[in-house]
């Protein structure tokens, strides 16, 4: 090895510290008072964020229409936690909302009228109407035995019947001056003749000859038309009597029920609407008792049962009670389908037959929210048919409306309700992802119309001693939540240092709290299964960390055995041309692991070009191909400056049968075409990833933790030579955090690191050739990469077109 590469190879090498991010356990220092605090008063604050904290805070604080909040980030950064406990502090320095009722229209009881009603009014109302229907119950119908009643009711009976026997009274003296007496026999009033002052019966009638009997018939006739004539205005009479009955009736009942709606009033007299709802039933109730409580029916229904039907007239529907000291309402609605948003009339069954009335009207999460704020998923809100467009015209209008969605497509029903509209004042907050939010800026107009303000919360948080300090607070809340054991502080470095690794970013700390949650769960499992006693440890997190990857490494296990029995052909050792160890990253729900991949390169005379194989076939995706086609632009940039270069070449990921995605493999394709090109060996003990642009400058991949620790897996199975390691781009230093047996095995020198910024570099560690610096004259050394690149494809053009004269 010349002096340049040595030079070269402890230039790039990456020191022991510079693996992983660097953390001082002293920074995680039990201070129980703080955590206990916290927890105490339910508060986990932000971590960061801040953002999406000041966006809330606007947004939330604005009251003009249209200033709702989409509260933007990936599942498990603790946005709904975060915000739920932002809101409940800012709804708790509000005063609480009105409550609403739905009472009966009398007028038209298939629209019910709305009641509002300041916080806990609704409950007394409802109390004091039960109060109410109880007295009516007790007082009817036992408020017409009184004396006084009694009494007027019989000088109505007695007038009538007066008028009734003065009219009988001159019938029945026309009818003695001819020997006819009148009598009255199943409630029908009789003529009959008298004979020596006697009523003859039917047989002695009978026994009458014709003459008598025929005069008799004669004057019966017009014995009865007299006795029309002065009957004639019974049905007055009566009507007469039964108006005056009905008013005494009336009156004994209003009067009976007047202290009660008085006192009622006196106890609601500060709100009007009360007052309005309480003069329509006064009007109404004398009617309704005195059919429903005072009947004469033989089938008379039970006090349960009369009970039953004057709730159904009088007593209001309460949608959602409030209590005055909790301020605002903070609601979060899980699934939010038509019915439990906007909510929805209830239907009973009577008798085989279904019913409604206001008495069955359901609130829904806008009727609960109504006054504070209500927090939606909006995936699940655009799921479900007919939601998101109702729910933007709740906003822009400011009314709930219940109804039916589906009414106009179903056959029509013979009776449904049509409840009074509620003015409505929510701040609504979706939360949903990045994809969600710009698709719907782009699709729909009113969205960016009603939701204004975008609470843009961060994949990751600064690694600033705060927030690390803040981040094991949150961890030791959730072990005191959970009644778990104290969390030791090396076990909160190692939590923090996996929320490191899930960033992959030496300063940043992933905001995914819910997978560090995981984590410190199946920790506490662990310390549970070694008997559970003292303090939960670091080693309690590497069990759960070892743990979770053998459930989910069955497939990098299978894929590095076969590596092993030489099912999928990858060497760790000995020299190859047109051959080189890529690194891939495979990631399969939960199963994220690297695993070396062979690429292999050849070249001959032509003019086709790079051809990239796995295009060809269509497993090569976008990205992939683009990394392959720069390749050219390299090679033209890099030798085609004075002839033009012809060459045929195919690349290939070998043994993949899977769709690849992603440029990472580009610089190593292009070190397998060199080599193809050059005939000099590639080192199989190390493997390369990395990205480069058409200038051959090295830029940053993802996934070089699993790629390295993949390759690393690999070669400490076959064997550690202390010869084998990786080459990562330069950029990717800052994304380090690896785990200890790889740190263990650099610290040993079993396993060597490189970083390098040129495709030059990664040349020479790969070939152990320089790779060559051109001339003043544009020639490179002969025996350089580049010189001996440049003659092959010299010779390539010379074939193809024929030498120069």
């Known amino acids: 090895m010349t002096k340049t590469l040595t030079c070269l190879v402890d230039h790039t090498r990456i020191g022991v510290d510079e693996l992983t991010s660097s953390l001082s356990v002293a920074l995680f220092s039990n201070n129980k008072e703080t955590v206990n605090k916290n927890h105490d008063s339910g508060v986990q604050g932000f971590v960061g964020h801040e953002r999406a904290k000041e966006a809330l805070e606007f947004g939330l604080s604005m009251s003009t229409i249209g200033f709702n909040v989409f509260a933007m980030g990936e599942h498990g950064t603790g946005r709904q936690t975060l915000i739920k406990q932002m809101l409940t502090s800012l709804a708790s320095e509000k005063t609480a909302p009105d409550e609403w009722c739905y009472t009966n229209n009398f007028d038209e009881s298939h629209i019910p009228l709305t009641l509002s009603l300041k916080p806990g009014d609704g409950k007394q109302l409802l109390v004091s109407m039960n109060k109410f229907i109880d007295g009516l119950l007790s007082l009817f119908p036992e408020v017409f035995d009184n004396p006084g009643y009694q009494r007027q009711k019989s000088a109505i009976d007695r007038e009538f019947n007066k008028k009734y026997d003065q009219a009988i009274s001159i019938v029945e003296k026309i009818a003695l001056k001819d020997n006819v007496v009148l009598y009255e026999e199943n409630g029908e009033l009789v003529f009959s003749p008298l004979v020596d002052g006697k009523p003859l019966t039917d047989k002695e009638f009978s026994n009458l000859n014709e003459e008598e009997r025929s005069k008799f018939y004669q004057l019966l006739g017009d014995l009865e038309n007299v006795l029309a004539e002065q009957l004639l205005e019974l049905p007055l009479w009566k009507r007469l009597s039964f ?43 004398v009617d309704a008792v005195l059919e429903t409580l005072v009947t004469e029916s033989d089938d008379m229904p039970t006090d349960k049962e009369l009970r039953k039907l004057m709730v159904e007239r009088f007593l209001p529907t309460l949608l959602v009670p409030r209590d005055d000291t909790q301020g605002a309402p903070v609601v979060y609605e899980q699934n939010p389908t038509y019915q439990n948003l906007f909510g929805h009339v209830d239907f009973a069954s009577f008798q085989g037959s279904s019913y409604t009335s206001y008495r069955l009207i359901r609130p829904g999460a806008l009727h609960k929210a109504n006054g504070g704020y209500l927090l939606l998923d909006a995936d699940k809100v655009l799921s479900q048919p007919m939601v998101w467009s109702r729910l933007k015209l709740a906003l822009k209008t400011q009314q709930i409306t219940i109804e039916n969605p589906y009414s106009e497509y179903s056959p029509p029903s013979g009776y449904s309700l049509q409840p009074e509209k509620i003015p409505l004042q929510v701040k609504v907050v979706l939360l949903g992802d990045a994809e969600i939010y710009y698709t719907l800026q782009d699709y729909d107009q009113e969205f960016t119309e009603l939701f204004r303000v975008l609470a843009d919360f961060d994949r990751h948080l600064d690694k600033t001693d705060s927030n690390l300090i803040a981040f094991g607070q949150l961890i030791r809340r959730r072990a005191e939540q959970y009644n778990y054991p104290e969390v030791s502080n090396d076990a909160v470095l190692e939590l923090v240092r996996y929320a490191l690794r899930r960033s992959a970013h030496k300063h940043k700390i ?7 949650n995981d984590l410190l769960d199946e920790a506490n499992y662990c310390w549970q299964k070694q008997g559970g006693t003292g303090e939960l440890t670091a080693q309690h997190i590497a069990l759960a960390q070892a743990a979770k990857n053998h459930r989910i490494g069955r497939l990098s296990e299978t894929w590095l055995s076969e590596i092993k029995e030489r099912q999928v052909l990858i060497h760790t050792e000995g020299e190859y041309v047109g051959k080189v160890n890529g690194l891939t990253v495979l990631e399969i729900g939960d199963s994220v692991f690297g695993t070396p991949a062979r690429i292999t390169a050849t070249v001959y005379a032509g003019s086709e070009g790079v051809t990239d194989i796995e295009r060809e076939v269509d497993l090569g995706k976008s990205i992939h191909s683009k990394g392959v086609l720069l390749l050219t632009g390299y090679l033209g940039h890099k030798y085609g400056q004075t002839f033009p270069v012809s060459i045929s070449a195919n690349i290939a990921i070998e043994q993949s049968y899977g769709h690849i995605d992603g440029d990472s493999a580009s610089m190593a394709e292009l070190c397998a075409l060199i080599s193809a090109i050059t005939l000099l060996p590639i080192d199989q003990s190390l493997a390369i990833t990395g990205s480069i642009n058409q200038h051959g400058e090295v830029q940053s991949i993802g996934g070089v933790n699993e790629k390295i620790e993949g390759f690393f897996q690999l070669c400490q199975d076959k064997g550690l030579t202390g010869k084998q390691g990786v080459i990562i781009p330069q950029t990717n230093i800052i994304n380090l955090m690896l785990n200890d047996e790889v740190i263990a095995a650099v610290a040993r020198g079993d396993f060597t690191i490189h970083a390098v910024e040129t495709i030059d570099q990664a040349l020479e560690l790969l070939m152990n050739v320089d790779a060559g610096v051109i001339s003043r004259t544009g020639r490179y050394p002969r025996k350089s990469i580049h010189g001996l690149a440049l003659d092959k494809l010299e010779n390539f053009a010379d074939i193809l077109n024929g030498p120069e004269e």
């Open 510 to 516: 992933s905001a995914n709290i819910v997978q560090i």
């Open 243 to 285: 108006d005056q009955l009905r008013k005494l009736k009336n009156d004994t009942a209003e009067q009976a029920i007047k202290p009660y709606i008085t006192e009622l009033e006196k106890e609601f007299s500060n709100n009007q609407d009360v007052l309005k709802y309480l003069d329509k039933v006064r009007n109404h109730v």
